[in-house]
């Protein structure tokens, strides 16, 4: 026990000297509501250590992964479920930090859902591997397990009631000062195809939320516009995140250019697709990728991107890098 504590304080020093070495992004500055800073984290898929340590990284938790931080919103930009074998306790550790940092009026814990969310709320479990069907059932046959486990996630149920809590209010998308957060991101001519005569388009935005957030509740039978799967849907688009590692077409970056125009935001933030080379900046900086896989299924670096008033964005890593 006495080894395990000490080499658990040896990781959080280490941490903490790499979070020096953290790297920017450059890009204009920004601002982030009545935030002191914003801490955004990309695609986890069911992994707990890759979230604790991202989460450690940025200095929300401490040691023992309890909050710690002073005035933050941390945003999880979704596809927290599925492939890893702790999702169901990835959700529970988020939510409990939310209790932790409301109760202490010190920050919030925020999520978008994505793409794999959306399949688990339609009861599609192709990506979910056994130990992730026990995580929800315990220790019970298999077949038991994913019956348990589609109950749980199905609209009304007990999961999709967390992911409904996690959400606050934006499972498709979210507006915090002037930056957009989004699963795969939103697209310029969805805005316009859902758009009704004379709305505005932050009006569309909070449509769709509340239409998702009907659907989470199980008041709507099917995934409304803003989660259903199509080419340009929020929670799977991938024109932004692709080709991974360098700049998406310019026609695709012209599109988020209008996208956050229409919207009086200055960047968008997504997930969705992993950049294994760490947290990027594409289309001249209007857009920033920040699924890293993070998750052992990838093997990619484990970072967290920050977001302070007054100053560019920057990327806390746990990979030593030089240059951007």
């Known amino acids: 026990k006495h080894m395990g504590r000490r080499k658990r304080r040896l990781w959080c020093f280490w941490s903490a000297q790499l979070v020096v070495g953290a790297r920017g992004l450059g890009g204009a500055v920004g601002s982030t509501g009545k935030w002191s800073r914003v801490v955004a984290v990309g695609d986890l898929h069911g992994d707990s250590n890759a979230m604790r340590t991202c989460l450690r990284l940025a200095g929300v938790v401490n040691c023992d992964g309890s909050w710690r931080s002073e005035g933050t919103l941390v945003v999880c930009c979704g596809d927290v479920l599925d492939k890893g074998g702790e999702d169901w306790s990835c959700l529970q550790y988020l939510s409990r930090l939310r209790r932790e940092a409301r109760a202490l009026d010190t920050g919030d814990v925020a999520m978008i859902l994505g793409n794999h969310e959306v399949m688990n709320l339609e009861g599609r479990m192709r990506h979910v ?151 990027n900046a594409a289309c001249a900086g209007a857009v920033i990728r920040i699924d890293t896989g993070a998750s052992r299924v990838y093997g990619g670096p484990r970072e967290a991107l920050e977001l302070r008033p007054g100053h560019p964005p920057r990327v806390v890593s746990s990979a030593i890098r030089f240059g951007l």
Not at 252 to 270: F, T, W, Y
């Open 129 to 279: 591997s056994r130990q992730g069907f026990r995580d929800v059932a315990g220790d019970c046959p298999l077949e038991t397990a994913r019956r348990v486990r589609r109950e749980h996630f199905a609209p009304g149920g007990r999961g999709a009631k967390t992911l409904a809590e996690l959400c606050c209010g934006a499972p498709v998308a979210r507006i915090v000062g002037d930056t957009l957060f989004a699963h795969g991101g939103l697209h310029a001519d969805f805005l316009d195809k859902h758009r009704r005569p004379g709305e505005k388009y932050r009006r569309v935005l909070r449509r769709l939320n509340a239409e998702a957030c009907d659907w989470l509740a199980g008041r709507l039978e099917a995934a409304p516009p803003g989660l259903a799967e199509s080419d340009d849907s929020p929670a799977w688009l991938t024109a932004y995140s692709n080709p991974p590692d360098a700049d998406p077409d310019p026609e695709h970056c012209r599109v988020a250019h209008d996208a956050l125009a229409k919207l009086g935001c200055r960047r968008m933030v997504v997930g969705h697709t992993p950049q294994l080379l760490g947290c």
